[in-house]
T-cell receptor, first 116, second 112 residues
Framework: GAVVSQHPSRVICKSGTSVKIECRSLDFQATTMFWYRQFPKQSLMLMATSNEGSKATYEQGVEKDKFLINHASLTLSTLTVTSAHPEDSSFYIC????????????FGPGTRLTVL | LAKTTQPISMDSYEGQEVNITCSHNNIATNDYITWYQQFPSQGPRFIIQGYKTKVTNEVASLFIPADRKSSTLSLPRVSLSDTAVYYCLVGDIGDSSYKLIFGSGTRLLVRP
């Protein structure tokens, strides 16, 4: 299957700083990428849908000014957590789909964010 | 989007067959059923997808009755490494705005 990578895999930052997480599709062009957040022992929660060359679509309750998403190319989407606080500590996962159907989304390995 | 309901957890032993059933009473005509597996601190991994009847691949089988209001993921002869959370999702994969909405999932524990 296709490979999606994330960088970094783990990040620790101080409260008030911003953190950027990269999501790359390594061997295919992803027209759409998705960002999820997962708290311990909970399910994945979709945060936003990122389309190449256009603004991201955020799910209800997700602050677009706090979670900045950029999808500048067909192989790269970035999520920036601005002015991070301890409650933003979570596991952030991206996925990528391609073409007109999304019968199999490919997930990245996730990024563990810890805000002190 | 159709909502799914799964058992919160299941226990099994190595070598046994495990069947996880998912209810999706409001599934739409164009919706497909997809199952994902997730290990701790990893992204989900696609297992299998189907529309009706039975689908089988190298790791699992998916049984879907005629009314499509439920589906059963069957894992033959599980091993300890199959301990994971299994998610059932439904959606119209042909819709360009299709997005995966994860339910609570089923936490499977395989014991030696």
């Amino acid at each position: 299957g296709a490979v999606v990578s994330q960088h970094p895999s783990r990040v620790i930052c101080k409260s008030g700083t911003s953190v950027k997480i990269e999501c790359r599709s390594l061997d295919f062009q992803a027209t759409t990428m998705f960002w999820y957040r997962q708290f311990p022992k909970q399910s994945l929660m979709l945060m936003a849908t990122s389309n190449e060359g256009s603004k991201a679509t955020y799910e209800q309750g997700v602050e677009k000014d706090k979670f900045l998403i950029n999808h500048a190319s067909l192989t790269l989407s970035t999520l920036t957590v601005t002015s991070a606080h301890p409650e933003d500590s979570s596991f952030y996962i991206c996925s990528a789909g391609w073409g007109d159907s999304y019968n199999e989304q490919f997930f990245g390995p996730g990024t563990r964010l810890t805000v002190l | 989007l159709a909502k799914t309901t799964q058992p919160i957890s299941m226990d099994s032993y190595e070598g046994q067959e495990v069947n996880i059933t998912c209810s999706h009473n409001n599934i739409a005509t164009n919706d497909y059923i997809t199952w994902y597996q997730q290990f701790p601190s990893q992204g989900p991994r696609f297992i299998i997808q189907g529309y009706k009847t039975k689908v089988t691949n190298e790791v699992a089988s998916l049984f879907i009755p005629a009314d499509r209001k439920s589906s059963t993921l069957s894992l033959p002869r599980v091993s300890l490494s199959d301990t994971a959370v299994y998610y059932c999702l439904v959606g119209d994969i042909g819709d360009s705005s299709y997005k995966l909405i994860f339910g609570s999932g089923t936490r499977l524990l395989v014991r030696p």
